[in-house]
């Protein structure tokens, strides 16, 4: 085990003093190579951050809106009939939004029922296995400049579904 933490330590610096070493021999501009690519980098955050200022705006209004509680108070009377807990169902939708406002929620699932109630559990493998799926769409299609998203949010969605029902179900053989 200590092998692995001393490799560790000294991996991440070799690879940089590997790559210098390799460009060097190549006779390339490593330092001009270097800033070449920290301005692409920077011009790619410049195109996507009114894309991301957008969604966490829209994130921030979804919230202190009330619509994710219409939404649980509506569900309520099929509580019995649906294979989730109803109090995990803000957090799915949030989470295919935004990861820190989920981690949020998921605080607030934990103040309230606890970490190892069968909602506190389901929505704990809720965030593990599912992704911010908007706003991962939006960034890496924004920064390759697709415009027709095609199939990706429908079955994005199927997916964050099924991960909700599977949470669920898996919560409940533990619990």
Do not use: H
Not at 131 to 139: G, K, N
């Amino acid at each position: 085990m200590k092998l692995i933490s001393y490799l560790s330590l000294f991996l991440i610096p070799m690879v940089i003093f590997y790559i210098i070493v390799y460009a060097a021999l190549q006779k390339k501009p490593v330092f001009e190579l270097f800033l070449k690519g920290v301005k692409q980098g920077f011009l790619t955050v410049v195109e996507i951050a009114p894309t991301i200022i957008g969604l966490l705006v829209a994130i921030g209004i979804f919230r202190s809106s009330g619509v994710l509680d219409f939404i649980c108070n509506m569900l309520k009377p099929l509580e019995n009939l649906l294979p989730f807990p109803i109090q995990i169902l803000p957090l799915a939708l949030l989470k295919m939004f935004s990861a820190s406002g989920a981690n949020a929620l998921l605080f607030d699932i934990f103040k309230n029922y606890g970490t190892d109630s069968y909602v506190g559990f389901s929505a704990s493998i809720l965030l593990c296995c599912t992704e911010t799926l908007f706003y991962t769409i939006s960034v890496y299609f924004m920064s390759v400049k697709i415009k027709k998203t095609r199939w990706v949010v429908p079955v994005g969605i199927l997916l964050s579904l099924v991960s909700l029902i599977l949470s669920a179900w898996i919560a409940r053989m533990y619990v």
